[in-house]
């Protein structure tokens, strides 16, 4: 049987820590094409991305970069399923926070990410996305609300933050926004000379929550489209773009079809992260990828419109009725409605 979907401008990718047979095979069989490794580092707490019981993982972390020939066996195991590994998900903060506080283990934190980086290039592997966010150090979510059909979601409420401004754990002091600014650009001008040499793409999350200034004495720098643009402006290159979060932009309060055509006709996207929230800052909750503040037909036509030819991934699914760890059933009905959606407007394009 042909899958016609795989020809789609738009492909569907779904992000996982757990390479094991079953689930990829399950991954395959909800019609997902693309594959975004979740790091496996031992450091962070478990969370739907982090499944501490993977049958098969790659562990990306300090002191733990897996070689090239750890990546080419993954992206070959991937493929024997159906799938493409398209790249890593994300740098552990174990890895950047160094280089994000200008502390001493900086320069040791640089060689391995870029070091990192060559690997994938010569494994085939094209995307690495980062962020510059202490995962774990700053909270993330607040308390989870019930969504439609009584469905668990992660929610942010800034009411229930005691003391924004108290120094997060580990912090020993205020930092400024000024010096996380020369921090990164000098982070971005080691980085990116590597990532066009070894042909892989550096794809940037947002903080997240976003529109916060600081928190906890840290600077949440990609908390606006201005920072972004900043970002891509630093150092311009081709191989540096954003891991567009629709659920961050959206958590703005921005227009997220404004800011695809920004973003999209600069080529700055990098793949996308397809996720809605009710609400925005200082409170949001996540929702099904069928409700939310943005209109998931037009958001698909638009990046139909813009000629976006890579990956979307769920993320942040709600919690269903039945759902494993990772959230089996959520995620498999975020890939088959947008499938569905992409299905609809690619033909409605062939007209």
């Known amino acids: 049987m042909v899958d016609t979907r795989s020809d789609s401008t738009v492909k569907i990718g779904v992000r996982t820590r757990n390479l ?16 975004f490794v979740d790091h496996a580092d031992t450091d962070e707490e478990p969370d739907e991305f982090n499944d501490q019981e993977a049958e098969y993982t790659i562990a990306v972390g300090r002191n733990a970069i897996p070689s090239v020939e750890e ?10 399923h159906g799938l493409t590994l ?26 391995q990410i870029t070091t990192l980086i060559r690997n994938l290039g010569e494994a085939e592997i094209p995307i690495l996305g980062y962020q510059w966010n202490p995962r774990g150090v700053v909270p993330m979510r ?18 229930e933050i005691e003391d924004p401004d108290k120094l997060a754990p580990g912090i ?29 793409d550096l794809a940037l999350h947002p903080v997240d929550p976003p529109s916060i200034q600081s928190m906890g ?24 773009g954003l891991k567009l979060c629709l659920g961050c932009f959206s ?23 397809f996720r809605d929230v009710v609400g925005s800052m200082p409170k949001f909750h996540e ?13 698909i036509r638009t990046l139909h419109k813009i000629g976006f030819d890579g990956v979307v991934i769920p993320d942040h699914v709600p919690k269903v009725e039945g759902d494993d760890d990772w959230r089996h059933r959520a995620r498999s009905f975020t890939v088959g409605y947008l499938g569905g959606v992409i299905d609809t407007v690619t033909t409605e394009t062939k007209r």
Request: proline residues 4%; aromatic residues 10%.
């Open 251 to 273: 958590q703005m309060g921005e227009d997220v079809v404004d800011v695809l055509h920004r973003f999209g006709e600069t080529d700055d996207i990098v793949f996308i992260h």
């Open 217 to 240: 004495g840290i600077p949440r720098l990609f908390r606006n489209v201005e920072n972004f643009e900043r970002a891509m402006e630093t150092v311009p290159s081709d191989n540096h």
């Open 20 to 35: 094991g047979t079953p689930r990829l095979n399950f991954i395959r069989q909800i019609g997902a094409t693309d594959i």
């Open 172 to 200: 020993d002091r205020e930092y400024s926004e000024e010096e996380f600014w020369e921090n990164y650009e000098q982070f971005l001008e080691q980085v990116i000379p590597v990532a066009e040499e070894a042909g892989v």
């Open 71 to 80: 990546l080419q066996r993954a992206r070959n195991h991937v493929a024997e």
């Open 142 to 159: 607040t308390a989870p609300v019930e969504t439609r059909g009584a469905a668990e979601a992660t929610a942010f409420n800034l009411e």
């Open 287 to 299: 929702t099904f990828v069928d409700e939310g503040n943005f209109d998931t037909v037009k958001v």
């Open 86 to 111: 398209r790249g890593i998900q994300s740098l552990p903060y174990s890895l950047y926070g160094d280089i994000m506080f200008g502390r001493d283990g900086k320069k040791e934190a640089l060689d």
